[in-house]
Nanobody, 126 residues
């Protein structure tokens, strides 16, 4: 059964850090670009960060540039999102998604994703 499972969410004060993990089962991630998306209360889901299957290409939304870093460990079939200097406006449910794209280009779009996780809640509040 193909699954993506996010973990690492929680409550953190402003300025704090969290590392989200996205673990795949039922398939291997090495031919997939992986994206992190988020949906805040009352807002549409938006792209946060994406990483290509190879060559290390990444995308970060302007709102998280310099604060968030996406990385992958294909040996562990896992992708990470390191989130630093968190702000209250980062509060959202964070989803990871996989896009079959083995040639290494990057298209960080929701409609390109083949598989989705169920999300993990990140709350930034004092």
């Amino acid at each position: 059964q193909v699954q993506l499972v996010e973990s690492g969410g929680g409550l953190v004060p402003p300025g704090g850090s969290l590392r989200l993990s996205c673990a795949a089962s039922g398939f291997t991630l090495d031919s997939y670009a992986i994206g992190w998306f988020r949906q805040a209360p009352g807002k549409e889901r938006e792209a946060v960060s994406c990483i290509s299957s190879r060559h290390g290409a990444t995308y970060h939304a302007d709102s998280v540039k310099g604060r968030f870093t996406i990385s992958r460990d294909n040996a562990k079939n896992t992708v990470y999102l390191q989130m630093n200097s968190l702000k209250p406006e980062d509060t959202a449910v964070y989803y990871c998604a996989a896009d079959y794209r083995p040639w290494g280009n990057l298209l960080c779009r929701q409609d390109a994703m083949d598989y989705w996780g169920k999300g993990t809640l990140v709350t930034v509040s004092s």
